[in-house]
C-alpha cells in the first residue's frame, strides 16, 4: 500500500531557496518538512549580491522581511573600470526612485531564513542527512533520513519532495540530464573598511586576464571575487599573493588597493567553481528541483538568487492555489506546468551571465561591449535593465548582445579598414555567435530564434 502523506511537501535543505520555498510554502497553509545536514551558520562566498529583479520576487513573496536585520547594503547600480577609465551605471528607476538590490552575508541570511521557518507552526525542520529519495511503482513518495547524530534511519512521506541541496547536489544525477560543466573559478577575499570609488554600486573590474567583482556586503565588508579561467581551482600560496600583488592590485581601482593588499597579507582566501548547469530535469512523479541543485549559471552578473525566488514562486504559487485534498495529480500537474514555463522567468538571466563571461574572455568583444556601454542612452540602460532582472525581455537581450559585436566590427573598420580589420571583424562576429547560441538553445528558444541561430550557426 502506499504511504499516508505526513506532510504537503519535504524539501532537501534549507540553504537560501530551501529555506525560501519552506518559508513561502509554510506560510501559506502547506505542511512542510524540512531536512537540511547543517543548522550551524556557514561562511561561504556566494549568493551575497541579490538583484533588483530578486528583491522585487521576495516581495511578491511576502518576505521582502527577511532582509532586514543583516547589515543588508543597498545596490544602486554598477561602476566599470577598464585600463585606467571608468564609468557607472545606475539600476532603472520605478515612481521616480532607482530599484535597489542587497549585498549581504550569505551566512547571515540564511540563519535569519532559518529563524523564519523555525517560527512556523506548519513547518518541521530536521537538522539531518538524507539518505535516499523513497519510491513506490515509479513515484517518489519521500525520502529516508538519519538525525543529526543518531543512526537510526527515518522516513517521511510526502505529495512532493523538492531537491534544494545546492552545487553539489547528491540527487541532481538521478532526476536530470547531469551536464556540468566548470567555466572557471572565483577566489574570493573581504577587503574591511573599503573605499569603494561608487558607494553603494557594485564594480566590476575588466581587468586581464580575466574579471573582477567588488561590492558591500557589511558597513564595514567588501567582497572581491578575482576570477581564474580553467579548470583548477587557485591554491594559497606565496605565488598565489605574488600573482594578486602583482598581477591583480595594478589593475583595481586605487582606492580599493590599500583594502586588497591587506587582505592579501591577512590570506584568508576561499575559493568556488563557477558552474554551467542548464535545467534539464526528467518529468518523475512525486519530485521536483529548485535552486543550483537544478540550475546553475556563472555568477560573474549575481542572478543565482534572482533566478532561485523566481522558480520559487512559480512552483510555490501553483501549490498554494491547489485545494487541500489527499490527491496527487494536481500536484504532478503542477511540477510539470513550472518545468514548463520556468524558462520564460529565467533565461535572460542564464543567458546573459555565461554570455557576458564568454565576452570577457576575448579581448576584442569585451572592449567593444565597454565602449557600448559607456555610449549610454539604450545602449546602458536596457542592457542593465535585464542585468537587474528587471526586464526578463530575451529578444531585447539577444538585440543588444549582436549590438555590442556590431558596434565592435564598426570601430574595428573604422580604425583598420584593412584585410586585418576585416579579418578581426569576421572573428568577433564568429566568436559572438559561438559564445550566445548554445545559451540560448538551453532555454527553449521559439522556432523563429532556433532558425536563425541556425542559419548563423551556418556561416560562422
Known sequence: MKPTPQFDVCIIGAGVAGGVLAAYLGGNGLRVAVVEKNMAEQERMIGELLQPGGVIKLQELGLAHLLNELDAQEIEGYGLFMNGDNFKISYPTQNGKTLTGRGLRNGKFVQRIRQHILSLPNVTVIEGTVQQLNEVEGRITG?????????????????????????????????????????????????????????NHGHVIVAKPSPCLVYPISSTETR????????????????????????????LPSQIVPSFMAAVAEGKFKSMPNHLIPAKPFTKPGVAMIGDSLNMRHPLTGGGMTAAFSDILNLGSRLIALEQSESIKPVDAAVASFYATRHKQNATINILADALYGVMQNEDLKTACYDYLKSGGKHALEPIAILSAISRDEQLLLRHFFAVALYGVGGMLKTSPSKTGFTRSYKMLKSAVHIVEPLVMNEKPNVLTRSAFKVAAAIF
Open 143 to 199: 525520502l529516508k533520513y538519519t538525525e543529526k547524530n543518531s543512526d537510526e534511519s527515518k522516513d517521511i512521506t510526502a505529495k512532493l519532495t523538492v531537491v534544494c541541496d545546492g552545487m553539489f547536489s547528491a540527487f541532481r544525477g538521478q532526476l536530470s540530464s547531469n551536464e556540468k560543466k566548470v567555466s572557471s573559478f572565483f577566489l574570493g577575499m573581504i577587503l574591511k573598511d573599503c573605499n569603494l570609488p561608487f558607494k
Open 224 to 251: 572581491i571575487l578575482i576570477d581564474f579561467p580553467g579548470n583548477e581551482a587557485p591554491r594559497k600560496s606565496a605565488e598565489l599573493s605574488n600573482y594578486l600583488a602583482e598581477t591583480i592590485a595594478p589593475q
